[in-house]
């Protein structure tokens, strides 16, 4: 008999793992410290704790699933492969030269980001395909053996191969890939076509290259991962989370790891998404705070939105264009430098600052009392009542509040600020740049944030949600039950899913529709088969068209309606285009023809056993843990508020603020004036007061 | 709690300028121009009722440094307090009241609050097509560069005036396209309005007034305490340029003047306006001037109009940097960009370290035009960037955007649009002025014409003949140069290429920074191992 679903998430500090039991609807969770230099010691640690905590044997966990930073931390770091680059000739110094633009305008030491492959690890080798795909000259294969002794005596372990408009013609692509398999047949290679087949060489470069780059670390660690696994009787298929929110095999990754790296974030949005369905939401905004960032995700109707780019390994501050440009499909979010770890300070002109720069795990808050003295966001809400100093993380943190006090009160005297003042400035402030960031997003989707429900998750999500509502004029948020651990059981949600893509350039008013069908079912074909060996059968099929107003400079990836398509499938095709337009620019298309620059597909197939009750359920009565005093603004300072066991909650138990409700893992804050409830799904719901002006 | 301390102060700084972001982002959205959405070539600003600016948008490129306040003053000089009502769009793309040239478009929105006006929104941005030549430096007049549009209200309380935008539909090229992007500004415009009010509400304010006082004031000082720590002084530079023909180069001259805790620009001495498109407007001057000090002072600190108050700006009438109408200014960047390099040669008398070597700037681009095989025109216009100067303590980047930060077209889509080849576009090994820090690259980039008719070709190219200063005994970056099958070709004129000519841009490097026999050995030996030097 198999009941059971195993979730894994390893983090930057900690991994988390949730057992859930499909049959009853329970969960075991455990928050353990990440061991960076094996990530497998601190997940099979955790895994034999909940197994041993209810005596389960291995053998009845039906699946695994599992998402990791690991990758993008060896992006960050610079931990990867020694990786080279082998380009069409004449073009080695695209990576390096990217698109001749600076994050910062006002830095004049700006630099680019900086490339995974020096310009020594960069050959060359002579072929040329043009822009419609004919070849210009023919690949040079005799000299690959050259450039694979010099691989080899450079001590390569990876090797990215770009050559100009393969995503148009992949056939020189494939064979310099074959040829230098043949030579090294230990390199890992990764084929341009392969990973990011989409026309911009210098971002399917990065694409390429950062892929390269963590192949043979990830082959590693999957392989030792399996291993472990099957070593505790464990023998479920391991499946992984992709950046775009659905589930793969390990032969998957392996091939393309690069589609791993928003994995965790990408299972944040799904729990919320999740919980959003569950409660009947048409709006979620997923809010995810941790230690070091927040995490903001819009999810209208069931599903988080897609984007196809974005940018790993931001360098600076979280700034646009610092980070490597990255071509897959993954779950739009936006990341802001803000978490219970973000430092407050005074900035050259005597205003206070909260973040982007963290005191992290270590030496992390004062509270900690592991040797941070920078007063930080977390710091401040244990000032204000927020967070209670008894039992603290489980009783797993011995809280020191007076030295955080101490820490605050300075920073105060700087400011000339009551120590209140200050620390509820903290706590404003940290919201304010999370709403600022959130408002920014909104507007560029040009949706209004009034129509949303925030949905707190993360170790600071909960703590901080009430107020960050608030500017944002929202009214209503909803925090589930093991709040800190929502990544994880996110985990458990996702279907099995793949995305392809490919170049097709043509126009509506001139398409060939046979050869336009052929290439989807082509796609079709190929990502089916990855489905097949996820082990799933019956898959969704979107089809998607990257599509433009001719003379435009850019794109809109448009839903399509499904196929086949024949001749009289354009007046459909347009339609779909010019729904879209409206959307994005809030007016109909120019009258001006239509064409597709790239077709993409997406198959999705749910998993099984539908984990339908991933909110829980309390069983035992309503209790009050106590009271304190906690600061909250509108009552004009300290409060003598009540403090809740969420364990001790029951559906329909009705509460109005100002409460706190402590789960080990995170605390939920609800000022005066919010009322809250426990839903039949055993999330809170809290709606707070109407704004008083 | 004091209704401004700091922390009150910041939360709602933070919210002005989120509300110019939140404009901003609905720009890139629903504007049509390449410029707009991928470049950043526009600007949102919020400003108080006398036009000083609270909050500009995060990304905006320097050329809007100040310009759109000034473009609300001048409104407010044209039509009065009393001449402005609920309502009212006031737009703009005069040159000189607005940011240099005719193909930005700048709109003001009056905001009342209680029937006082409280607030200005404005926004600038760079419209797909506004009639005239395209993006050519041949102009004479401005009357040559497209539609004109004096400082007027093409709104009255919310009624569209329909002659404006039926003789601008007549004037330009892409008329849907003109007319949507000014539609995207008016509502970005109203976007500002609807987040400043809902703030003045939630903080209980009645209106801007001690805000701007607050954050000005600061802002003001810290600039002010910034300039004191240098020392007073005036500090003269001079650089020769290549002019529009051999052998007649063109002078920028600037005396800096430091006193106390004020800054002067004076930029007599420079050469006079020119019968092309190359003429920058004042307020492009200004712009570039500020943001010098800017980068030098206080680059953390974001735009506001107290940061401008202690750096004044003169240039003589009729020169390159501050020409009068009816002068042709299309191409003002390519004279504009000198400036902060003038400012940075001058501050390095006194203040070396917190300056940078000559760029290998203005930016470059090549414009083709012919017939593609199935008899439809096009024009291809591609951008090509230089190395950056040398810093103390950092060498400078190669082939990156500055002053400026425009994209190049990645070689894929130039092939895909234009009949064009591009054998290679790499690094320049030794193009980096040497020094104790090397200059940034140039790049060199070969392009062979495929199209079985003509093309026309013209260029954008400077530093051809002078190379970017190095700065504290650095060297100068390498000239860059333009050639037509190998042979130097004249980049000032157009040229009709045949299939199978090749032409080979190569871009200047950056200004290098301290004695080259200071320069680390190992940083000497990576620049040999990586490429970035080569041995003769």
């Known amino acids: 008999?198999?009941?059971?679903?195993?979730?894994?998430?390893?983090?930057?500090?900690?991994?988390?793992?949730?057992?859930?039991?499909?049959?009853?609807?329970?969960?075991?969770?455990?928050k353990t410290l990440t061991t960076p230099g094996d990530p497998a010691v601190a997940v099979m640690q955790a895994v034999d704790q909940v197994l041993a905590e209810e005596s389960i044997p291995p053998g009845e966990i039906e699946r695994v699933v599992h998402a990791t930073t690991l990758f993008t931390n060896a992006l960050i770091e610079h931990k990867g492969a020694r990786t080279a680059l082998l380009t069409t000739a004449g073009f080695r110094d695209s990576l390096e030269i990217g698109r001749e633009r600076k994050y910062d305008l006002y830095d004049l030491a700006a630099k680019k980001p900086r490339q995974l492959v020096p310009r020594d690890l960069r050959w060359e080798v002579d072929e040329r395909m043009l822009a419609d795909g004919a070849v210009h000259r023919a690949l040079d294969v005799a000299a690959l053996d050259d450039i694979a002794s010099r691989l080899d005596g450079a001590g390569v372990t990876s090797l990215a191969i770009v050559f100009l408009h393969s995503y148009r013609n992949d056939s020189h692509e494939r064979a310099a890939g074959e040829r230098i398999a043949e030579l090294l047949p230990d390199l890992a290679v990764s084929l341009s076509s392969d990973v990011a087949p989409e026309i911009r060489e210098f971002e399917r470069a990065s694409t390429t290259v950062a892929n390269a780059y963590i192949k043979p670390l990830a082959r590693d660690y999957l392989n030792a991962l399996s291993e472990r696994l099957g070593a505790r009787d464990i023998t479920a298929p391991l499946l992984l989370m992709l950046s775009s929110g659905g589930l793969t095999h390990v032969g998957e990754v392996r091939r393309s790891p690069v589609q791993m790296l928003e994995s965790g974030p990408a299972a944040g949005a799904l729990a919320a998404a999740d919980i959003g369905r569950a409660e009947g939401l048409e709006h979620v905004l997923a809010f995810d705070m941790g230690g070091t960032t927040a995490k903001l995700c819009l999810i209208d109707g069931d599903e988080p939105e897609i984007a196809y780019r974005f940018e790993a390994a931001r360098e600076k501050r979280f700034a646009e264009g610092s980070g490597l440009p990255i071509r897959i499909s993954a779950v739009e979010l936006i990341e802001i430098g803000a978490g219970g770890g973000s430092i407050a300070r005074l900035d050259g002109l005597g205003l206070l600052k909260a973040g982007p720069d963290s005191a992290g795990a270590v030496p992390g808050p004062v509270a900690y009392g592991r040797g941070g003295t920078a007063p930080t966001v977390t710091d401040a809400d244990f000032a204000l009542g927020y967070l209670g100093a008894e039992g603290f993380a489980g009783g797993a943190i011995e809280v020191d509040l007076?030295?955080?006090?101490?820490?605050?009160?300075?920073?105060?005297?700087?400011?000339?600020?009551?120590?209140?003042?200050?620390?509820?400035?903290?706590?404003?402030?940290?919201?304010?740049?999370?709403?600022?960031?959130?408002?920014?997003?909104?507007?560029?989707?040009?949706?209004?944030?009034?129509n949303y429900t925030l949905v707190a998750t993360g170790g600071a999500g909960p703590v901080h949600a009430y107020y960050l509502a608030k500017k944002l004029g929202i009214r209503r948020v909803v925090c589930p039950r093991n709040a800190g651990v929502a990544s994880a059981l996110g985990l458990l949600l996702a279907p099995a899913r793949v995305d392809r893509t490919a170049a097709f350039a043509a126009e509506l008013d001139d398409m060939d529709w046979a050869k336009l069908e052929a290439a989807y079912q082509g796609l079709e074909a190929e990502a089916r088969q990855v489905i097949a060996d996820t082990g799933k059968s019956d898959a969704r099929v979107q089809r998607l068209a990257d599509m433009r107003n001719i003379g435009q400079g850019f794109e809109l990836v448009v839903n399509l309606p499904t196929g086949p398509y024949s001749h009289d499938s354009g007046a459909n095709l347009a339609e779909a285009y010019a729904r879209a337009y409206q959307t994005h620019f809030t007016r109909p298309p120019p009258n001006v023809p239509v064409a597709i620059a790239a077709i993409r597909v997406r198959l999705t197939a749910p998993v099984e056993a539908a984990v339908n009750d991933l909110a829980g359920r309390g069983v035992q009565s309503s209790a009050r843990s106590g009271r304190r005093e906690v600061y909250f603004p509108e009552a004009d300072g300290w409060v003598e508020a009540a403090v809740l066991d969420r364990a001790a909650m029951t559906i329909g138990d009705e509460f109005s603020g100002p409460a706190v409700v402590e789960e080990p893992e995170s605390t939920m804050v609800i000022g005066p004036g919010g009322r809250f409830h426990v839903s039949a799904n055993g999330n809170l719901i809290i709606e707070l007061p109407e704004a008083a002006s | 709690m004091s209704q401004l301390d700091a922390v009150t102060l910041e939360v709602i700084w933070n919210r002005m300028i989120a509300s110019v972001d939140e404009a901003a982002k609905a720009i890139v959205r629903t504007s049509f121009s390449t410029l707009s959405n991928e470049a950043n070539d526009f600007a949102c600003v919020l400003t108080d009722a006398d036009g000083q600016l609270l909050a500009q948008n995060s990304g905006s490129i320097p050329s809007f440094i100040g310009t759109l306040p000034a473009t609300v003053r001048h409104t407010l000089a044209r039509f009065g307090r009393d001449g402005l009502h609920p309502g009212d769009v006031i737009c703009t793309n005069d040159p000189w009241q607005g940011t240099g040239h005719l193909n930005d478009v700048s709109i003001v929105r009056p905001i009342f609050r209680d029937g006082n006006l409280i607030a200005f929104a404005a926004t600038a941005s760079h419209m797909p097509d506004i009639g005239g030549r395209i993006r050519s430096v041949e102009a004479r007049e401005i009357f040559e560069e497209g539609f004109h549009i004096p400082l007027m209200k093409i709104l009255r309380a919310g009624e569209a005036d329909q002659t404006f935008f039926e003789l601008l539909r007549t004037q330009v090229r892409t008329p849907e396209q003109t007319e949507g992007d000014i539609y995207a500004q008016i509502t970005a415009n109203y976007l500002i309005e609807d987040r400043v009010l809902a703030m003045l509400s939630e903080y209980g304010l009645k209106d801007l007034s001690e805000l701007s006082l607050e954050l000005n004031g600061r802002t003001e000082a810290a600039m002010r305490a910034a300039i004191a720590d240098i020392p007073d002084g005036d500090y003269h530079y001079e650089m020769q340029t290549d002019g529009l023909r051999a052998g007649a180069p063109f002078t920028f001259a600037l005396k800096l003047t430091v006193r106390g805790e004020t800054v002067h620009f004076d930029f007599t001495g420079t050469s006079p306006e020119q019968p092309r498109a190359i003429n920058c407007p004042f307020c492009y001057t200004y712009a570039m001037s500020a943001y010098a000090i800017k980068c030098a002072l206080l680059p953390d600190i974001p735009n506001n109009s107290g940061m401008l108050r202690p750096i004044t700006v003169e240039a003589p009438e009729n020169s390159l940097l501050n020409p009068l109408p009816p002068a042709a200014v299309g191409a003002r960047a390519s004279t504009g960009h000198y400036v902060p390099i003038l400012a940075f040669g001058a501050l390095a008398k006194v203040m070396p370290e917190r300056v940078m070597a000559a760029a290998g700037s203005p930016l470059w681009n090549c414009t083709q035009s012919g017939v593609r095989p199935n008899g439809q025109s096009y024009a291809s216009n591609l951008f090509f960037n230089g190395g950056m100067g040398a810093t103390v303590g950092s060498d400078g980047e190669s082939v990156i955007s500055w002053p400026s930060n425009l994209s190049c077209t990645p070689v894929e889509v130039a092939e895909q649009y234009a009949p064009l080849l591009f054998h290679y576009k790499r690094l320049r090994p030794n193009s980096g002025g040497g020094g104790q820090f090397r200059g940034g690259l140039g790049q060199d980039v070969l392009i062979e014409n495929l199209s079985d008719s003509p093309i026309a070709v013209t260029f954008m190219a400077e530093r051809t003949r002078f190379g970017a200063p190095g700065l504290a005994g650095g060297s100068d970056g390498e000239v860059g140069s333009v050639q037509i099958d190998g042979v130097e070709a004249d980049n000032r004129a157009q040229h009709h290429l045949q299939k199978g000519a090749r032409i080979k841009i190569a871009t200047p490097g950056g200004g290098g920074y301290g004695p080259g026999k200071e320069r680390r050995e190992e940083d000497i030996k990576a620049d040999h191992f990586f490429g970035y030097v080569e041995k003769d």
């Open chain 1, 1 to 30: 008999m198999t009941r059971y679903a195993l979730g894994i998430d390893i983090g930057g500090t900690f991994t988390d793992v949730v057992l859930f039991d499909t049959e009853q609807g329970r969960r075991l969770t455990r």
């Open chain 1, 402 to 450: 007076a030295s955080c006090r101490a820490a605050l009160d300075a920073l105060a005297g700087q400011a000339g600020l009551t120590p209140e003042q200050l620390a509820w400035g903290v706590h404003d402030l940290v919201n304010e740049n999370m709403a600022s960031a959130a408002r920014v997003h909104i507007a560029e989707k040009g949706r209004d944030p009034r």
